[in-house]
């Protein structure tokens, strides 16, 4: 089983920066693929950012170039670097973890999930 803890998230101002990471821990494998995603509620998760074991990432259109995915795989953490941030980007943001390579940023092919940091950004 794997556990995923986020954290980072807090309150800041419009164009400010926040950077989340999430701590894996229990099963991982060599193979895999981890992304954020966020929500807001009332709305459909959204992914956002994803990083696999090949080191592809992709990027969802509403944060690509404000947003940078990395991951210390020493740590077992993954960190999502958001910077310019948007009253819009306020949500709960959600670690997620697949243990197939390969990017994706569809909710339905992750299986292990963490409890979500908020983030919201006021204008």
């Known amino acids: 089983q794997t556990q995923l803890a986020e954290s980072g998230g807090g309150s800041v101002q419009s164009g400010g920066s926040l950077r989340l990471s999430c701590a894996a821990s229990?099963?991982?494998?060599?193979?895999?693929?981890m992304a954020w995603f966020r929500q807001v509620e009332g709305k459909e998760r959204e992914g956002i950012a994803a990083?696999?074991?090949?080191?592809?990432?992709i990027y969802a259109d509403s944060v690509k170039g404000r947003f940078t995915i990395s991951q210390d795989n020493a740590k077992n953490t993954l960190y999502l670097q958001m910077t310019s941030l948007k009253p819009e980007d306020t949500a709960m943001y959600y670690c997620?973890?697949?243990?197939?390579?390969?990017?994706?940023?569809?909710?339905?092919?992750?299986?292990?999930w963490g409890q979500g940091t908020q983030v919201t950004v006021s204008s």
């Open positions: 990083i696999d074991s090949w080191g592809s990432t």
């Open positions: 229990g099963y991982t494998d060599s193979n895999y693929c």
């Open positions: 997620a973890a697949k243990w197939i390579a390969g990017v994706s940023l569809d909710t339905t092919h992750f299986g292990n």
